[in-house]
């Protein structure tokens, strides 16, 4: 396949002109070096690219890049002799829009090394619903089993529901057998959890943790995208033995806790970094994703499709808190 001249791509830049970000037309020169080049068919919007768009964190180490931490497409031209042009693949973290351009253009070139052929039972669409919130989802379950977690321990709670992460996190539960509770502020969308299948939720307003260092268990365990006094709180109510995965900090960086949870009921607190994923776990994860753990409801799930010029207006509802679910961005 030929590939154009010149494509579509969403470009962040900054430097004496300040922070801007918009669609350019670029050329295959002009991406970062890789062996594969893939027409780029679905990607998504996670928080990460709505703080590197809006120019609000410290997201890319280089400028400029094209955004988009995950992309999904068909290769065009490969170098590698492990993919061959018509393959269907996809691509999540590896360091796409924050050391080399990411997956919001029409073409993209990605190493070899980390493009996931895309595992039977996927459509490059579904993929790119899930795409790097499903993967952290579907790492923090792996993680936990690993660490011993099963059903029997007890309801795992998700944090952060409403998001991509949370509310592919409780499909993704149920799906593997686990009973999911969730904790949300936003009380207008039980209904959409319980459609999910979370069994109870709960209002993050309503919550109260006690002032002990170890209060009545409530959960086997947790996947906690808020961090800060949401984590140090569910140290002290997860039954022995559980395990709290970590994978986000939407209610700040800071911990304060004491190690009774984990000395005396043996509570283990799991970090999920879902970029630079190590290969042989991430072929392992989607495997999962694509068959036993697959998410039951993601259209459903899928609450916005865009296309790449109206990705302005996506970040500033995400970064004001006004996202439900995932945005899956139509790029070719």
Not at 2 to 16: L, S, V, Y
Not at 89 to 113: N, P
Not at 146 to 166: F, I, K, R, S
Not at 296 to 316: K, N, Q, S
């Amino acid at each position: 396949m030929t590939i154009p001249a010149t494509f579509r791509a969403f470009r962040i830049h900054n430097d004496a002109k300040g922070h801007r970000a918009g669609l350019e037309d670029i050329g295959v020169d002009d991406l970062s070096p890789g062996e594969i080049v893939i027409k780029a068919a679905y990607s998504s919007v996670n928080y990460k690219d709505a703080l590197a768009g809006a120019g609000k964190g410290k997201i890319l180490r280089q400028f400029p890049l094209n955004g988009g931490i995950d992309v999904a497409g068909y290769v065009v031209a490969s170098n590698d002799p492990a993919f061959k042009e018509g393959d269907a693949v996809l691509c999540t973290g590896s360091g796409l829009s924050e050391g080399r351009d990411g997956g919001y253009s029409e073409y993209v070139r990605l190493e070899a090394a980390w493009a996931i052929p895309l595992p039977p039972g996927l459509t490059l669409r579904e993929s790119m619903i899930l795409g790097t919130a499903g993967f952290t989802a579907a790492l923090s379950l792996y993680r936990m089993e690993q660490n011993g977690q099963t059903p029997e321990l007890g309801p795992v709670v998700v944090t952060g529901a409403t998001g991509g992460v949370g509310s592919l996190a409780i499909d993704i539960l149920v799906r593997a057998g686990y009973e999911a509770h969730a904790i949300t502020g936003k009380l207008e969308q039980f209904d959409f959890l319980i459609g999910l299948g979370a069994s109870q939720c709960i209002s993050r307003k309503e919550l109260y943790w006690g002032q002990r260092p170890l209060e009545t268990s409530r959960w086997g365990g947790a996947i906690d995208n808020v961090g800060s006094e949401m984590l140090a709180g569910l140290t002290r109510v997860i039954h022995p033995y559980g395990n709290i995965a970590s994978c986000g900090l939407a209610g700040g960086h800071d911990l304060a806790t004491t190690v009774m949870p984990f000395i005396i009921r043996g509570v283990s607190l799991l970090g999920i970094a879902s970029s630079g994923t190590a290969r042989p776990i991430r072929d392992a994860v989607w495997e999962r994703l694509a068959s036993a753990w697959k998410p039951a409801h993601l259209e459903t799930i899928c609450t916005r499709e865009v296309a790449l010029d109206e990705l302005p207006g996506v970040f500033d509802t995400m970064l004001a808190g006004g996202s439900l679910g995932r945005t899956l961005v139509r790029i070719g």
